[in-house]
């Protein structure tokens, strides 16, 4: 079983700065998880290719993913 850390403002992490405001949950998965910070690397957005087709990952002002092609 892996902990996740949540932030109640934010949402599932697995890394952050401030460690006051998460708490470790438990989390059963046989997935890999990748943290967003991981993907953008302090981008608004990312470009993704994927078998040849190009996909934009990119923040919102309100702080949700969108994934287009």
């Given amino acids: 079983m892996a902990l996740l850390l949540h932030s109640p403002a934010n949402g599932p ?3 952050g700065t401030d460690e006051s405001l998460r708490t ?3 989390v059963s998965t ?3 998880r ?3 910070t991981d993907i953008l690397r302090g981008n608004a957005e990312v470009e993704i290719d994927h ?3 190009l996909y934009r990952l ?3 002002s309100l ?3 969108i994934l287009t092609k």
Wanted: cysteine-free; hydrophobic content about 30%; glycine content about 10%.
């Fill in 24 to 26: 470790a949950l438990p």
């Fill in 63 to 65: 702080g949700k993913l």
């Fill in 51 to 53: 078998r040849g087709t």
């Fill in 34 to 36: 990748v943290a967003s």
């Fill in 30 to 32: 046989s997935r890999p």
């Fill in 13 to 15: 992490h697995t890394t």
């Fill in 58 to 60: 990119r923040v919102t």
